[in-house]
């Protein structure tokens, strides 16, 4: 999924992000706002992740959709 198609669905998307990471704060989610950028590296230190573990983990999230 293109960013800026991520960043125009956000609010939709939100609920889907919270499922797949639960320990990720309304906050967080918010903090994000579709910036595919910021989400990897809220993954990345949430989840203790390495910064391509990450990357992968987001984009084959993204790809799903």
Do not use: C, P
């Not at 992000?17 to 989400?39: N, Y």
């Amino acid at each position: 999924m293109e960013t800026n198609v991520i960043e125009g669905k956000w609010k939709e998307l939100k609920g889907t992000v919270r499922a797949k990471w639960g320990e990720l704060t309304d906050d967080e989610i918010d903090q994000v706002a579709g910036e595919r950028e910021k989400l990897e590296g809220i993954v990345q230190q949430k989840y203790g992740k390495t910064k391509e573990e990450a990357k992968q983990e987001v984009d084959a999230f993204f790809d799903s959709l």
